[in-house]
């Protein structure tokens, strides 16, 4: 028997996750599909901003994420811009968020996007009106004028059925089912460019970078990069590291030195442990509609960015929050299709 909601979210990362506890706590019922069993261990996406911390605590879970950070309180959140390398003379503190942040009501936050997914999950977990599928996969996605039919399958079994409900929406990202399926155009700037992106361990880093203010976020900037970034980033203090960096089109993680490249934008020599060595292109895309009748797509499947400051994670939390009371008013009869 076919299992009918009045939502099916499609992706269940930070964005779907957010998208079903609004519903939820607006007593609407929905399913989140992912075909991930558990939060995928990169720690991308770690600046939230003030306005995103605001809606945590509206989902009533603003403490959890803060007591999930792996930096101390307080720790400056904030970056520095060194001219070459992070051992010239020419760096500056540019003015951060905390500039403006008396204007919110909560106070911004820094942690890997995995700890973020698993607190929303956590709340997920608490609202009855949210059921989650983990480890499963949209396989068809169909829509008439009563509502959509979602045909889905496990990851690892031979599980298969289908889902209905009044609306679906697409959280699942760059590459889009949702959004493939109903034929939206993207739009945008592809800057050709091939991007690392380099997670690891190293101590003398952080006893290296000693001699600047401590900060969370360190760029080198260079004329020959032609405005595009080196920035180390830091997931905890003293050992953890991300950083992103432009690299030539043939690199592979077998033929390319990532190590001299750290240390080349570093300005010094230091060891290092390697998590993690991806890469990604540096390009911007915007979907020419948000919406096809029923079907609806939100975060990076609308809007994809490089990934620095977390700004496809912000937006998207901000889609869902936006959506999701629209999608309620409808759905309780007191919200039109305009709406």
Not at 6 to 31: K, N, T, W, Y
Not at 177 to 195: P, Y
Not at 278 to 290: D, K, P, S
């Amino acid at each position: 028997m076919d299992q009918r909601y009045q939502v099916i979210i499609v992706g269940g990362g930070p964005v779907g996750v957010a998208l079903a506890v609004e519903l939820g706590q607006r007593d609407i019922s929905c399913v989140v599909v992912e075909r991930h069993m558990t939060p995928q261990r990169i720690p991308k996406g770690q600046n939230l901003t003030h306005r995103s911390l605001e809606h945590f605590y509206f989902w009533e879970a603003v403490d959890e994420l803060r007591a999930a950070r792996l930096l101390p309180t307080g720790y400056p959140i904030g970056g520095i811009t060194a001219y070459g390398d992070l051992m010239s003379d020419h760096w500056y503190v540019p003015v951060g968020r905390e500039s403006y942040g008396d204007y919110f009501f909560q106070a911004n936050e820094r942690l890997p996007q995995y700890l973020t997914e698993e607190v929303l999950r956590a709340r997920m977990a608490e609202l009855h009106s949210v059921t989650s599928m983990f480890g499963w996969s949209a396989e068809a996605i169909e829509q008439d004028d009563h509502g959509v039919r979602v045909t889905i399958s496990e990851e690892n079994g031979p599980g298969r059925q289908a889902l209905e409900a009044d609306y679906v929406v697409g959280c699942d990202g760059a590459r889009s089912t949702v959004r493939e399926r109903f034929g939206i155009q993207r739009e945008g700037t592809d800057f050709d460019q091939k991007m690392a992106l380099l997670v690891f361990r190293s101590r003398e880093l952080h006893e290296g970078l000693k001699r600047l203010p401590e900060r969370t976020v360190y760029r080198a900037l260079s004329p020959d990069l032609k405005g595009v970034w080196q920035f180390f980033g830091r997931i905890d203090v003293g050992e953890g590291w991300f950083f992103h960096a432009p690299v030539p089109r043939d690199a592979t993680t077998e033929n390319y030195d990532f190590h001299g490249l750290l240390q080349r934008a570093a300005g010094f020599d230091f060891t290092v442990e390697f998590d993690h060595i991806g890469f990604w292109e540096l390009r911007v895309a915007v979907a020419n509609t948000y919406r096809h009748g029923r079907a609806f797509i939100a975060g990076d499947a609308a809007h994809s960015h490089p990934p620095y400051g977390a700004y496809g994670l912000n937006s998207g939390l901000e889609d869902v929050t936006n959506l999701g009371w629209k999608l309620a008013a409808a759905l309780n009869g007191w919200g039109g299709d305009a709406l």
